[in-house]
Every structure is written in C-alpha cells, then in structure tokens.
C-alpha cells in the first residue's frame, strides 16, 4: 500500500530537513544558473535595466522555446536532487514514493492522459465558445514543430517534480507524523498553491481568484494518489494538462509563454473556474468507474501504521 511504503528506510525528522534543503539547493541554485546566466546575458547586451522584463522572455528578447527549455532545466535538477535523497539519505528505493504497487502502472498512467486530454480540450472549446472573439490563430510551422518536441520531452520534467515532491515524498512524509491521511491531502494541497502564488496569473487576475484554483487542483491530484493508491493517475494528469497548455492555448499573463497555437487576449477566470471543477468531477466519476474505487470513507480512514517520524 502506498502510504504504508512511507515508513520504509530512514525517517528520522534530520533526514527530511536536510533532504529538502538538498532538493531546494539542486533546484534554484543549480538549476536555475542557466536561465540566469541567459537573461544576464541578454541584458548586459542590450542594455536592459534588471528590472525591466525580469522574466518576460518577450521583454528580454530571448526565443520563447528557448526561455521554456531554460525555464524546465530547474524542476529536472530538483528531480535529481530528491532522487539521490530518497536513495543516499532514505534508503528507499524512488518506487516507494511513486506508487503502492510492484511497479509502476503505465497503463493508468496513460488512460488518466487520454481522459484529462479529451477533457481538457472540451473545456478549451467551451472557453472558446465563451469569448471566441479574443482568441488569435498563430501556427508558426517551425517554431511549433520545436515547442512539440521541447514539451513532450522535457516538460514532463516539471510536472513530475512536482507530484514527486508534493504528492509524494512530502504527503509520505507528513502521514508519518499524523495517523490521518486527510491532514497531509489538505498540507500538500494548500502548499502546491502556494508553491505558484509567484505565478503572473495571480498578479493579472488576483490572488483571491486564482489561489484557490491552484489549491483546488492540488486537492484534486492528492485525491486521485490516496484514492488509487500511487501517483500514476496524477502524473498523467498533470503532464498532459501542462503539455496541452503550452501546446495550445497562451495568454500574456500565462507562466508558459509558448508559441502556441493559438494566444488568447483575454481570459474570465471565473468561468474558468467552473470549467474546472465540472473537469475535476467528470474525470473522477470516469475514474473510480474504471478502477472500481472503494468508498472514500474505507479508504481515508485506513491506515495501518503509527506515526514513526522522530
């Protein structure tokens, strides 16, 4: 079981400290040089006062594919960094933190893609449908062929550092010091929004709006893991969703500026919102189906440890 595999190896409080310090360090100290050293490049060659455009790759000038590229390279190294933790510091194997499984189930994996993908371009059509007159066809052949082949290679990057980290190694975590799974669901949930409040949607739509999207959809994703026993669900839901979006649809306020195929001028996050949670119920209701999930209550109240973090 998934959350039982949590009290594999060493737990010891120290080795979660200094593991997340590791992660954080590998991530925007090593990670983030590049991107760094491109924008202070960029701005030292045309004279670009460091705060203009601080990470607008338009303002700096800097190829958007190259600026999403850049932008990926610190979740890959944060990935790295967890993985030579949970090995070094641990002692577990990386499957302990992924799924409850013997192995990872791709077969979830790519069902939960294919879902949230006819979904998520449903919900893109309604939101066309909303406001189409803001919307602007920009297909550019060349630059297109490179995003496709920057997203599906490396954005998968981010997206699974992020269910690694959240999802996984810090919901495991958390359960060991609470006999509930319900506390690390909301724990990691309310941190995976909060992760994003530096997000520019929060500056252009608020922060009332758009946290509570970011924290509704960390609550979906911790669901699918406790519910399912593993993250396999959630990493194909996330990775498709960030795939699509930076295939598809971008806005001047969006994190991923990408040369899309179509950029949109404007965007009601209020009916986003609602599309949102009519996605989030449709996919569960698909899902529990599928894999015949036991009832909520059976599965958020059994737990078959003592807290062991020291």
């Given amino acids: 079981m998934y959350f039982e595999k949590s009290t594999i190896g060493n737990n010891k409080l120290w080795t979660y400290i200094v593991s997340i310090i590791l992660v954080f360090l590998f991530s925007q100290l090593l990670g983030a040089l590049p991107l760094g050293i491109v924008v202070s490049a960029v ?3 045309g004279n670009i006062a460091s705060t203009t455009g601080a990470l607008d790759p338009v303002a700096l000038g800097i190829d958007l594919n190259v600026f999403l590229f850049l932008m990926i390279i610190p979740f890959a190294m944060g990935l790295l960094g967890l993985w030579v933790c949970i090995g070094s510091i641990h002692k577990k194997k990386p499957l302990d933190i992924i ?3 013997n192995k990872f ?6 069902f939960a893609t294919l879902i949230w993908g006819i979904i998520f371009l449903v919900a893109a059509f309604a939101s066309y449908l909303n406001d189409p007159t803001s919307y602007e066809f920009q297909f550019q052949p060349i630059k297109f062929i490179i995003l496709l082949f920057v997203v599906v290679l490396f954005l998968p990057f ?11 190694y810090i919901m495991q975590g958390i359960s060991l010091i609470f006999k509930n799974k319900w506390i690390p669901l909301l724990i990691t949930s309310i941190l995976f929004g909060l992760m994003h409040i530096t997000n520019p949607e929060i500056k252009e739509f608020g922060i009332a709006i758009m946290l509570p999207q970011y924290i509704l959809l960390g609550l979906f994703l911790g669901i699918l893991v406790v519910m399912d026993d593993g993250l396999e669900l959630a990493l194909g839901v996330h990775a498709i969703n960030n795939i699509f979006s930076a295939l598809f649809i971008t806005h001047k306020s969006s ?6 195929l179509f950029k949109t001028n404007t965007i009601d996050p209020k009916f986003e919102l609602i599309v949102l949670c009519f996605s989030i119920v449709l996919f569960i209701i698909v899902i529990s189906r599928k894999y015949k999930w036991k009832s909520w209550k059976t599965v958020f109240n059994k737990i078959n440890y003592s807290p062991v973090i020291e």
């Fill in 43 to 45: 701005r030292t060659a």
């Fill in 99 to 101: 799924t409850g499984r």
């Fill in 105 to 110: 189930d791709w077969k979830r994996f790519f």
């Fill in 158 to 168: 981010q997206t699974s550092f992020e269910e690694l980290i959240f999802r996984g």
């Fill in 255 to 260: 994190v991923l500026q990408t040369p899309a």
